[in-house]
């Protein structure tokens, strides 16, 4: 059963499989952030390019849980993942390897998710969300920042007791 720490460690696993497919050379590394809100208020600087991992929302999904047999508290934790660059076409060139790395990796397991807080028996799924474009024009304006084109995800995890 993973620990209490599986929310960080979820995060910092979506930005490792964000990695397999974005090249350094289109987004340093080193420019990939897990933000709150404050952070997207003042990062990043748009002469580098970069990404930001935004947790939306965390919560339990009770029709998840009914519908295993065993103690696990299903979790869904909602993200926007945002490119940063200097022109819209990098930042299209950026958004097409986040939907592919996404793709490629839906099921991270050992190797692959990052922390201390998994069991070989959790599991971590992430799906893409089809949402409607004027949540996230929603979620831009909230901030007070002008729309910015961004993937929203969940990452399905059944490992918590």
Aim: proline share 7%.
């Amino acid at each position: 059963m993973a620990n209490l720490d599986v929310l960080r460690d979820t995060a910092d696993t979506l930005v490792a499989v964000l990695k397999t497919e974005i090249p350094e050379t289109l987004v340093p590394h080193d420019r990939f952030y897990v933000a709150n809100r404050e952070d997207l208020r003042q990062l990043p600087d748009p002469a580098s390019s970069s990404l930001t991992v935004y947790v939306e929302c965390v919560k339990a999904n009770p029709r998840l849980r009914n519908s295993t047999e065993d103690a696990t508290l299903p979790i869904e934790m909602w993200m926007i993942v945002t490119p940063w660059a200097t022109f819209a076409r990098d930042e299209l060139r950026i958004l097409s390897r986040i939907i592919r790395a996404v793709d490629r990796h839906p099921l991270p397991g050992d190797g692959v998710r990052v922390g201390n807080s998994w069991t070989e028996t959790d599991t971590l799924q992430f799906v893409s969300a089809d949402d409607d474009p004027a949540a996230l024009q929603q979620f831009w304006c909230s901030l007070g920042l002008p729309f910015r084109p961004s993937m929203r995800f969940a990452a399905q995890i059944f490992a918590m007791a």
